[in-house]
């Protein structure tokens, strides 16, 4: 089946460079496959053409007629894969939880979740005013609904 064959395929293109990893693999019923990669240092066009090279140059045209994408996650995409979030530590990130929404600089991931820091101007304890906190959350991947690195223009 060529879905089978596209997949060994990708795994062995994605064995010849560890950094690199699938984010996303679809193909639809008219043969179009779509790969979605991500690596621990960035995605190159380099990177995309190799994969793509690999499963092309695998497959016949003469027995099965496909169209083929390899894309990067795109910088706007939320974060699916626990290499993600290790990547963009020291990034400021957006994160949706089941119940609340915070945004604060990751500075820690592992395999069960992600660290989040940021400042807030809490009322003083004691009198009148505010004062600035240091805030930390810890976030269990199981907890989080779509994390997104926040973009500066």
Request: proline content about 3%; glycine content about 6%; aromatic content about 6%.
């Amino acid at each position: 089946m060529l879905k089978d064959k596209v997949k060994a395929l990708l795994n062995q293109a994605l064995s010849e460079d560890e950094s690199l990893f699938l984010i996303d693999f679809s193909m639809g019923t008219d043969n179009s496959i779509n790969v979605v990669l991500d690596g621990d240092q960035g995605v190159t066009v380099q990177d995309c053409m190799k994969v793509s090279r690999v499963i092309e140059h695998n497959l016949d045209r003469e027995e099965e007629d496909f169209s083929l994408t390899v894309t990067s996650a795109g910088a706007a995409s939320p974060m699916v894969d626990p290499r993600q979030y290790k990547k963009n530590i020291g990034r400021k990130v957006k994160v949706r939880t089941l119940d609340d929404t915070y945004e604060g600089n990751l500075t820690g991931a592992s395999d069960e979740g992600i660290i989040l820091e940021w400042k807030a101007r809490e009322p003083k304890p004691i009198g009148k005013g505010k004062t600035t906190v240091q805030k930390k959350k810890e976030i269990t991947f199981s907890d989080i609904k779509e994390a997104k690195v926040v973009l500066k223009f």
